[in-house]
């Protein structure tokens, strides 16, 4: 893995309030950034307004905006980056679902939504609630589903990144999805 250490070096001296180490940084994950926006956006219904491009600059953004965020390594900065564009995937769903009449989510199983997530603006809305009510209880199990489903990392990525055992990921990884799934189906019964 030595092309991702300079990129964990220049992370912690950003983090260290390094702006030469933002501008040098940014070349070298931008592509990444953008692979991972085409990902996100791949799995979005046809026609979808926002583009990649949109996407990585918005993420960006938010990104450089953060105060004091101490970098870790390369594989925490993507899994930040990762959850900020479901953030604003959940936000662009929300706004298209608000200028809609009627507007009212509907809550489907997660078995049919992940990891393909979702075309329909309703049903990201739907598992960003379920993952938000997740959180609440349990923000590690949140943060592999976004680290496995949403970054694509791997089951020993996620558990290097967060210095937990592989078999917890899969463990709290088949918790979370039983959870979720629980939620989604409930809500849609109610």
């Known amino acids: 893995m030595p092309e991702s250490q300079p990129i964990t070096r220049l992370l912690i001296e950003w983090g260290a309030g390094s702006e030469a180490a933002l ?92 990891p393909e997530i979702t075309q329909r603006p309703e049903e990201l809305i739907a598992l960003d609630d379920a993952l938000n009510e997740l959180g609440a209880m349990d923000a590690r199990k949140v943060r592999i589903i976004e680290q496995r489903y949403f970054s694509g990392m791997t089951v020993p990525e996620v558990a290097r990144n967060l210095g937990i055992s592989t078999a917890t990921v899969e463990r709290d990884t088949r918790f979370a999805q039983l959870w979720l799934c629980r939620q989604m189906k409930g809500g849609a019964q109610a």
């Open 23 to 114: 501008e040098q940084l940014t070349p070298l994950v931008y592509d990444e950034l953008r692979k991972l926006a085409r990902s996100y956006l791949s799995r979005e219904r046809p026609g979808h307004t926002l583009q990649p491009t949109a996407l990585v600059h918005e993420a960006y953004l938010r990104l450089v905006d953060q105060d004091q965020q101490t970098w870790e390594s390369r594989t925490h900065f993507f899994g930040v980056a990762a959850h900020l564009m479901r953030l604003i995937l959940v936000d662009w769903a929300r706004k298209a679902r608000a200028g809609k009449r009627g507007g009212g989510a509907r809550h489907v199983p997660l078995e049919e939504i992940t």
